[in-house]
Each structure stands twice: as C-alpha cells, then as structure tokens.
C-alpha cells in the first residue's frame, strides 16, 4: 500500500512538471498578422480610448480592404514602459504606435522607430514644420506628426462679472499680462471665487516651460541637451510668480492633473490656462458661462505658448513594414486619416488641410474668434520642448522642482537643487 | 478571583466596551471605500463639489445615477473582470497543489539542507517582482506565450510567501499525530490531506488568499504581457480611465467597488473557518 | 498567579521548536519523498524567481560591453541615492512595527466573540482588496490641503488644516497611513488564522487557574503566535521595502525628495529612463538591506523551547 500510494504520489509531481515544459513549448495564443493571402493585420499600440480610435480605424479599413488594424489601448502613464520592454527588446509587435513629441530623440537612440526618410519631402508640404522638426533626429525622420497642441485661457464669465472684471479680449494683439491676470484674478477671489488662477497641466514643463520663456529663461538647457540652465532671472522670475500664485492662496496646492479640469467645471476657479481639447467637455457642462482669451505673457517679454503633442512610429522589427508605413502615413499625410484622427480627440491636427476642418469644428464648441487664436497661437509663438535623448530624467526633475516651488520651497533653493540633481541625471544618459 | 463575577465583568466589557471600538476601527477602514461608493453613483461633475467642509451633501447623493456603473459594466471592464478571476483562481488551486506539499516537507521531514533551502525561499519572494519582470517576460516572448493565461498564471505559482506560511502552520501539527498514522501504515499523500490540511485550514485559506491577492494586485506583469485587448486584466482596464485627456472618476470608482467585492465576499464566505472552535480541543494539543 | 506548570509543559511539548530532532520510524527514502513533495514548487521557484534574479545579478555587473561595479560606483556617486536609502530604512522600521502592532491588536480585538464578528472583519479587510492604485488615489483625495475629507475633519474638530502630501515633513506619514490602511487588514487576516490554531483548552485551563486577561494574552496567546507573527512581520517587511506605486501616483519623490523610496527609483530606471544596469545595482542594494534586516527578525521572533 506504501508503495502505490507513494507511486501515484510521485506521477502526479512527474505530470506536473511535464505541463510546465508543454506549455513553455507550445506557442501561447498571440496570432501573429496572417499574410496568406496578402492580407495584413496591424497591431497599433497607443493610450487614446479605444472608443476614440476604432472610428479612425473603421475609416483606415474601408479603403485599404486588405489591412486590418487591431487596436491595444495601454494607459498613458504607462506607454514608455511598454514601447521599452516590448519593441525595445526585439518584439515584432506592436508594428504602429504612438510616440509623444519629446520622447522621439531617446526612441530613436534606442532603435525603437523605424526612420521614415522616404516620405520627409512630402511630408513637409503637408504637415506642421514644428511637428517635422520633433520628429528629426540626427538628421533623420523617424515618425510621423499626427497631432500638434496649443494653449489658451480660460476664464469663468460669472466669476469675473461678480468682480467686475472686463472679460479679455480673444484678440492676440490684447493678450493679457500674467501680472494683470495675477490682480484681476485676486480681485475675483475677494468677490467670492474660491481660487483665482489655475493650470490644466500644473507642475508639468509643457505647462510652465512657455512662462519662462516668456521671462527670457530659455528652456532650461544648453550644450545639445547636456547642461542645465535654471540658474537665470528668467527662470528665476517665472518661478517666483508660480511660488506666489500658491503661498499667497491664488491657486491650491495638492491637486493634481486629474482633478485639474473639474476645478474650472465646478466653477471653483475664475481663470483656468489649458489646452483647446477641453472645449467639448465645457461646452457641455451645465451652467459653466466660460470665455476665450489669448494664453498670456510676462510684461516685456514675447508671448510664447506650449506646443507638441503626438507622432505616429513604425517598430523597426515589424513583419508588415509596407502596411505599417502606409497606415502611419494615412493617418498623418492624409487629409482624410488626420480629420478622422482629431474627431476623435479634438487636439489640433499636425496636417495643414485637417487644421482647416479642426478650426471649422471648433467654432461649434467654442466662443467665436477662438479657431482664429489657435491658428494664430501655432503659426506665431509655439515653442517647443527641448528634443534630448534625455527628456524623461529632464522632465521628471523639472516637475519635482516645480512641485516643491508650489509647495513652498523657495524658487531660488529650488532651482539650485533641481539644477544640481539634472547635472548628475543628464550626465548618466547616453548620447 | 471567583469565576461568575469573572465572566460577567468580561461579557459586559465585551459590549461596551469593545463592540463600539470594533464599530469605530472598522469604520477607519470602511469610510473611504464608502465615500466612493456614493462617488461612483454620482455623475462626475458632483465628485468632487462636495469635498468640504463636511455636510450630509458629502455622503448623500443629490442625483444619484447609474450610469457609471452601466458604462463600466458594458465596456471592456466586464472582460478584464472575467481575465482577472480566471487568472486568480487559477493561480490558487495551482499554487497551493505545488505550495502545500513543499510546505509539507519543509515541516515534517528532516533531511540535509532542509534549512538552506528555507533560507532560499524566503529570499525568493525577497527579491521585489519588478526587478526580474523585465527578463522574464523577456522569455515569455521568446516562447511566444504572450496574451496567455498561463502566462499570467505561472510567474505567481513560484510563491514562497504561501509555501513560508503554510510551513509556518504545519509546524504546529503535533508529532504524535503523523506518527500514529505511520503507525496504521498510511502513506505520507493521505498524511498531508488528511491530518496536515483539515488541521490547517485557517492556513490553506490564508495561502490562498495570498496568491490571490498576488494576482488582483498585479499591475505590471499583465501589462507587460498581455495589453491585447481580450486578455487585459481589470487593474490595467482601470487605469485607462485616468488617461491623458480624460478622467473618468465615476467609472474609475465604479469598477473598483465592482474590483473590490468580489474578494470581500470570498473573505465573508470563508469567515466560518477562522473561528476558535470549541470542539478542536484535543485534536490539536 | 501563576499559570500551572502542566498546561505550560503541555503547551511547550506540542511545539516542536524548528530544527528540534524528531523520532522518524525508517529514515531510508525520506528524502526522496520531501524532494518529491518539494519538486514542483522548486522548479517554479528556480525559472520563475532565482534564475530571472541571476540574471539581474549579473546585468548590475554591467554588460557584455562593460563588464565590472560602474553601475555600483555611479549610484555610490550619487548624493541622491545615500537620501533615498536612509529615507527607505526609516520610513521601515516605522511602518512595519506599527503594522504588525495594529494588525495583531485589531486581530485579536475581533476574536473575542463579539456580535457581527465577521463583518467587522471583512470591512477591515476592505482596503487590502482593493486594486493598491485606487487606495492611493482616494487618499490623495482625502489628504487634499484646501478641501481635502480629513482636513474638513479636522477643521471640524478645530484643528488647523494640515499639508500633508504636499509638505517634505508629512508626506512620509502621510504614505504611512494609506499603507497601513490598506495594508492592515490583510496581515490581520493571518493572525486571525493563528488565533484560530490556538485550542480553547489552554484558556479554560487559564481560566480556571484564575488568570487575568492580560496574563493569558502574555503567556499563552503571544508565544503561540509567534511562528504566525514570523511569518506577517517578515512578509510585511518584504512588501513596504518593495513599496512604490503610492510614490508614483502621489508624490513622484516629492516634496523635496522626501518619499523617494529606492523601489520608486529602481521602478524609474528600470522601466522610464530604461537603465537596467543600474536599476539591478540598486535592487541589490536593497536586497541586501532586507536580507540583513529579515534575518533580525527571525532571531528576535525565534521560537524558545
């Protein structure tokens, strides 16, 4: 009795370890793109809702009948991790993905896009020369720019009427001064506006790279994206006026990104700078009266206002390379793909024929006059981030630094510790 | 200390005084998770308008809708939901047919090495996850078993937190017992279930709970193998809601209630065996 | 009063101490048989977990290219690092102790037969079963400075509105409370389960000699939970050193590098900045600050015969 129960003990141990090595060698269930008869499939990777994206597939397929497209939705915050562990380790899928303007340089470095040389003459003809420039490297083209992006203000007509503010002229030649909107925005905090000023993107260089410049600062960089230059007044004053907005109660502390918009939606703040996308959702907001106006700038200094936003990528180890190339071309150099693309999104297209239906669609949503001041805002005082192998280590040091200013540290200690931290981060990546 | 004055005096401190510090703790640990139940049967643009100061309008929707939780449960959501309990309970009955025996033979048998290969297991779940996610899905890939079950079931099987703590139990089942068995000629199969595991069950439960909450946790081994879209796994889905351009809190708070019960409700189920029971005297001591 | 010397030899007989010797009736093929029971979990535990670790071990050496401690001397190099590993170490032996203390003081709260027993469980064990990305968001809502549910607490109670999250010195605590929060009630769980094992014979033995709660709890519970409370102390210990997710979502480091925990950076070099070699020199690092501190614990919770 010993002797069987012992045996049949041991086989279900052998059975056991005879399933691990079966199922290590059968394949697992991801299907690669069956091309027996031509016909292609797509994997693209990206973070919009998937119910955003499969109209612009919908419309893809409809006129490349031998492609289809499968769509796999990874949240933003995670998008790097996986373009690393994935395409950067060899994988042949995902074949299209989305690449964020500033993270095409240390993508390029690392072999994860495909260079798309062939198609840059013609790509400059029709698309944003700010979006082309973000996506050259070294010389080369190595994605497509599907979106571009701008910035303007917001204001809560209600909030300023009860101050007896005059409401801010949409008009770019009257943009307003950060400094009038500092007071005008107190005034509306004495009338009854629980906070004066907020940012849609607080604490993010995007967000906050434009007042610098404003104040003369620079981006914050020199020597090719080696060095970093804080230590300056322009830096130094932009930095000031943000630490002030917090330590003297104009705009709260502790809320972040996520929770921005519902500030401006809850009528909890007279002034709110953030991105023209927004406008679907505040149009629809009930009881939100919200004006237009120019994104401001520093006295004496030039208006300068965020930009970039996303490009489209080929994996440089794809089996599809023609129908990848093709389907990143059609949603960025055609007209058609790229209209299809920004209806699902509302951020501004990077093709010059899109643009001109976006700011159609625009003057739906939003007061009249403001398709005009993003036309004039991505024509005129774009600037754009910084294009470094390093942006990841330069952005997540920037937004500590700004983080610690709003919540109390000094612009000056501030500054000098993130200046001291990027000198050791920068000089750890490769170039 | 005469007995009856003894029992009365703990009973009557048992209701007055315990019974409302029990109420007030958990209601530390229950509030927070209430508060977004309310949230999640408010629409979003109420989420946050009632924040402070504290007023009834903080736990008392003014419209209550269920909108987000219809929206949650007709998206992608309910699927991952279906992923992440198949990938769960597949670790577990998995996990605890390979951590209970080696427990076991941790526990009852004495042979060289023995405790070397204690030391090696505690530090196997030393090492955090993230640090050998990247090699190891890796090799996923290169057997090409990415978007699998097994894929997300197999990396949790190696579990030496559940084998530590069912040994830990096991350590406790009285000598006399297993050597009466051996006594009676049963072999070493039928010791383990049926001595080692009936007196254990408060462990067996608590290792599987272990693997499964390894499981519901998870964040980044699904993410990095299995992003397509019928394989995703319920904390990747609910992550989408807070993307780039959207913050869909409502649905957020909607699926993590739904996230969240379902292992609170195994845990109430399986409440019956964690009471000291009085019949256990002389069964174990 | 002391407890009688019976029930206490009793209790000392039927605990065999680990390692103690044990009478094995034929001794020939035993090893055969544990190495069988052992085989599966083994396997699992040397592809799944060890061989991946060697391979972390040696991508932190450095690559094919160059070979050698440069991932150690850089992070040696670095001021940044030496901050992250103190605030890591103390942030640890704070939130451990004070874990396991709730953890068995809430356990043994909820076994003493009191109404809705089950319940109060389960409700305490909420937190633990809820994905660990949602606790942090919800807290990070709670902890809001201006408008925040426990401010608007404590301002009820007249209590000044506190930073929280958003000051270098509070928001250390502050991610001391949401983990244990959601952390409590799962390691509660465990030492239900070693309560349980607990026979009621030695009570009504304590009992009868006419021990006090207190002596009870001291004399018997606490001893005989010392293996279950091993097990919770070392287990907790492992997960607050590998603690990262509420950094990321609530602090990023911050304020002042004050929660910049070295899994949250291991996290960022490995997985943003794509710096595997320095991502696995700092995973040794911390490895070996939890092995040094795991095996104290082991000797303080060893089981005295």
């Known amino acids: 009795m010993f002797n069987q129960h012992r045996v049949a003990g041991?086989?279900?141990?052998?059975?056991?370890?005879?399933?691990?090595?079966?199922?290590?060698?059968?394949?697992?269930?991801?299907?690669?793109?069956?091309?027996?008869?031509?016909?292609?499939?797509?994997?693209?990777?990206?973070?919009?809702?998937?119910?955003?994206?499969?109209?612009?597939?919908?419309?893809?397929?409809?006129?490349?009948?031998?492609?289809?497209?499968?769509?796999?939705?990874?949240?933003?915050?995670?998008?790097?991790?996986?373009?690393?562990?994935?395409?950067?380790?060899?994988?042949?899928?995902?074949?299209?993905?989305?690449?964020?303007?500033?993270?095409?340089?240390?993508?390029?470095?690392?072999?994860?896009?495909?260079?798309?040389?062939?198609?840059?003459?013609?790509?400059?003809?029709?698309?944003?020369?700010?979006?082309?420039?973000?996506?050259?490297?070294?010389?080369?083209?190595?994605?497509?720019?599907?979106?571009?992006?701008?910035?303007?203000?917001?204001?809560?007509?209600?909030?300023?009427?009860?101050?007896?503010?005059?409401?801010?002229?949409?008009?770019?030649?009257?943009?307003?001064?950060?400094?009038?909107?500092?007071?005008?925005?107190?005034?509306?905090?004495?009338?009854?506006?629980?906070?004066?000023?907020?940012?849609?993107?607080?604490?993010?260089?995007?967000?906050?790279?434009?007042?610098?410049?404003?104040?003369?600062?620079?981006?914050?960089?020199?020597?090719?994206?080696?060095?970093?230059?804080?230590?300056?007044?322009?830096?130094?004053?932009?930095?000031?006026?943000?630490?002030?907005?917090?330590?003297?109660?104009?705009?709260?502390?502790?809320?972040?990104?996520?929770?921005?918009?519902?500030?401006?939606?809850?009528?909890?703040?007279?002034?709110?700078?953030?991105?023209?996308?927004?406008?679907?959702?505040?149009?629809?907001?009930?009881?939100?009266?919200?004006?237009?106006?120019?994104?401001?700038?520093?006295?004496?200094?030039?208006?300068?206002?965020?930009?970039?936003?996303?490009?489209?990528?080929?994996?440089?180890?794809?089996?599809?390379?023609?129908?990848?190339?093709?389907?990143?071309?059609?949603?960025?150099?055609?007209?058609?793909?790229?209209?299809?693309?920004?209806?699902?999104?509302?951020?501004?297209?990077?093709?010059?024929?899109?643009?001109?239906?976006?700011?159609?669609?625009?003057?739906?949503?939003?007061?009249?006059?403001?398709?005009?001041?993003?036309?004039?805002?991505?024509?005129?005082?774009?600037?754009?981030?910084?294009?470094?192998?390093?942006?990841?280590?330069?952005?997540?040091?920037?937004?500590?630094?700004?983080?610690?200013?709003?919540?109390?540290?000094?612009?000056?200690?501030?500054?000098?510790?993130?200046?001291?931290?990027?000198?050791?981060?920068?000089?750890?990546?490769?170039? | 200390m005469d007995t009856n004055a003894f029992d009365q005096w703990t009973v009557r401190t048992r209701r007055f005084l315990l019974l409302p510090l029990a109420v007030v703790i958990a209601a530390f640990f229950a509030l927070p998770l209430f508060w977004m139940t309310i949230s999640a049967v408010r629409p979003h643009s109420e989420i946050f308008a009632h924040l402070s100061p504290l007023h009834i309008g903080f736990y008392v929707p003014d419209r209550p809708t269920a909108h987000n939780v219809t929206a949650v449960l007709s998206g992608d959501f309910l699927r991952s939901m279906i992923n992440s309990l198949v990938t769960a309970v597949g670790t577990v009955v998995i996990g605890i047919a390979v951590s209970v025996p080696a427990a076991f033979a941790l526990s009852a048998f004495r042979f060289r090495g023995r405790q070397v290969l204690f030391i090696v297991i505690v530090t196997s779940f030393l090492v955090p996850f993230e640090a050998i996610a990247l090699p190891l899905a890796d090799n996923v890939r290169q057997a090409g078993m990415e978007n699998t079950y097994w894929a997300l079931i197999l990396p949790a099987i190696g579990n030496g937190q559940a084998i530590f703590l069912l040994r830990q139990f096991f350590l406790a089942v009285p000598v006399e017992l297993r050597e009466a068995a051996r006594v009676d000629g049963a072999s070493w199969w039928t010791i383990l279930w049926r001595i080692y595991v009936p007196l254990s069950w408060p462990a067996v439960i608590s290792a599987g709970l272990i693997l499964f909450h390894f499981q519901w946790q998870a964040y980044l081994w699904p993410l990095l193998v299995s992003t397509s879209p019928d394989m995703e796994l319920a904390p990747v889905t609910l992550a989408r809601f807070l993307g780039q351009f959207d913050f869909d809190y409502g649905q957020l708070f909607a699926g993590s209630l739904i996230a969240t019960i379902i292992p609170a409700l195994v845990m109430l189920r399986f409440q019956r065996y964690f009471t000291t029971s009085l019949a256990t005297s002389g069964v174990k001591g | 009063m002391t407890i009688p010397e019976s029930a206490v030899k009793e209790a000392v007989v039927r605990r065999p101490a680990p390692g103690s010797g044990r009478r094995f009736r034929s001794r020939s093929w035993e090893p055969l048989v544990a190495l069988g029971f052992l085989t599966p979990a083994l396997v699992a535990l040397v592809v799944l977990r060890l061989w991946p670790t060697a391979t972390a071990i040696r991508g932190s050496l450095g690559g094919i290219d160059t070979p050698g401690l440069g991932a150690y001397r850089s992070l040696f190099a670095d001021s940044g690092f030496y901050k992250s590993l103190t605030t890591t170490v103390v942030f640890n032996l704070i939130v451990n102790p004070v874990q396991v203390v709730a953890a068995l003081a809430i356990a043994v709260l909820l076994s003493q037969r009191l109404p809705a027993q089950s319940f109060w469980r389960v409700l305490v064990f909420l937190p633990a079963a809820m994905p660990g990305a949602i606790s942090a968001i919800l807290w990070g809502i709670a902890l809001r400075p201006s408008d925040g549910m426990v401010n608007a607490l404590l301002s009820g109670l007249g209590i000044p509105k506190q930073p929280f999250l958003t000051s270098p010195s509070q928001a250390i605590w502050s991610l001391v409370l949401l983990t244990s929060w959601a952390g409590v009630g799962y390691w509660m769980i465990f030492i239900i389960a070693g309560l349980s094992d607990i026979p009621q014979t030695y009570y009504e033995a304590a009992r009868i000699d006419g021990a006090g709660w207190w002596r009870t709890f001291f004399h018997i519970t606490l001893p005989l939970l010392r293996r279950p409370l091993a097990f919770v102390l070392v287990s907790d210990t492992a997960a607050n050193f590998r603690l990262f997710a509420p950094v990321q979502i609530l602090t990023e480091g911050g304020p002042r590098q004050s929660t910049n925990l070295l899994m949250y950076d291991i996290y960022r070099q490995a997985y943003s900045y794509a710096n595997p070699e320095g991502a696995y020199a700092e995973v040794m690092i911390l490895l070996a600050v939890m092995i040094v501190i795991v095996a104290v614990q082991f000797r303080l919770l060893r089981s005295e015969s």
């Open chain 1, 10 to 431: 041991l086989m279900k141990y052998v059975g056991l370890a005879a399933m691990f090595s079966i199922v290590a060698a059968c394949g697992g269930s991801s299907g690669d793109g069956g091309s027996g008869d031509g016909h292609v499939t797509l994997t693209f990777l990206g973070s919009d809702p998937p119910a955003t994206v499969q109209p612009v597939i919908s419309a893809f397929e409809k006129t490349h009948r031998n492609t289809t497209v499968k769509y796999e939705n990874v949240p933003f915050a995670d998008i790097n991790t996986t373009l690393s562990a994935r395409v950067g380790k060899g994988s042949t899928d995902p074949d299209v993905f989305m690449a964020d303007y500033p993270t095409i340089p240390a993508l390029a470095q690392r072999h994860i896009l495909m260079p798309l040389d062939d198609l840059l003459p013609a790509a400059r003809s029709v698309l944003l020369p700010d979006g082309i420039d973000a996506s050259t490297y070294k010389g080369h083209l190595y994605a497509l720019p599907g979106r571009a992006s701008t910035n303007v203000l917001f204001y809560n007509k209600k909030l300023l009427a009860a101050a007896k503010i005059k409401a801010p002229s949409i008009d770019p030649e009257q943009r307003l001064t950060w400094e009038t909107v500092l007071q005008e925005a107190r005034q509306a905090q004495s009338a009854g506006a629980q906070w004066g000023l907020f940012f849609d993107q607080v604490s993010r260089y995007y967000q906050l790279q434009p007042l610098a410049e404003s104040a003369g600062g620079g981006p914050g960089l020199t020597g090719g994206g080696q060095t970093p230059a804080l230590r300056n007044p322009g830096w130094q004053k932009a930095m000031s006026f943000y630490h002030d907005l917090f330590s003297t109660g104009v705009s709260p502390r502790g809320i972040p990104v996520t929770q921005s918009p519902d500030l401006f939606t809850g009528a909890k703040v007279a002034f709110w700078v953030g991105g023209p996308w927004w406008l679907p959702q505040f149009s629809k907001t009930a009881g939100l009266d919200f004006g237009v106006a120019p994104f401001p700038y520093f006295q004496g200094g030039k208006p300068v206002t965020p930009t970039g936003s996303w490009s489209y990528g080929v994996n440089p180890h794809t089996k599809h390379k023609a129908a990848a190339v093709e389907f990143v071309r059609w949603l960025t150099m055609d007209p058609t793909g790229n209209e299809a693309l920004f209806q699902g999104r509302f951020l501004p297209p990077a093709n010059l024929k899109a643009l001109d239906a976006y700011y159609a669609e625009v003057a739906k949503v939003a007061p009249s006059g403001t398709g005009d001041l993003i036309k004039y805002e991505i024509g005129h005082t774009g600037v754009p981030r910084p294009r470094i192998v390093g942006w990841l280590q330069f952005d997540e040091a920037t937004t500590n630094m700004f983080e610690d200013i709003r919540n109390g540290q000094s612009a000056d200690a501030a500054i000098t510790a993130a200046d001291g931290r990027l000198k050791e981060m920068l000089a750890r990546v490769p170039s």
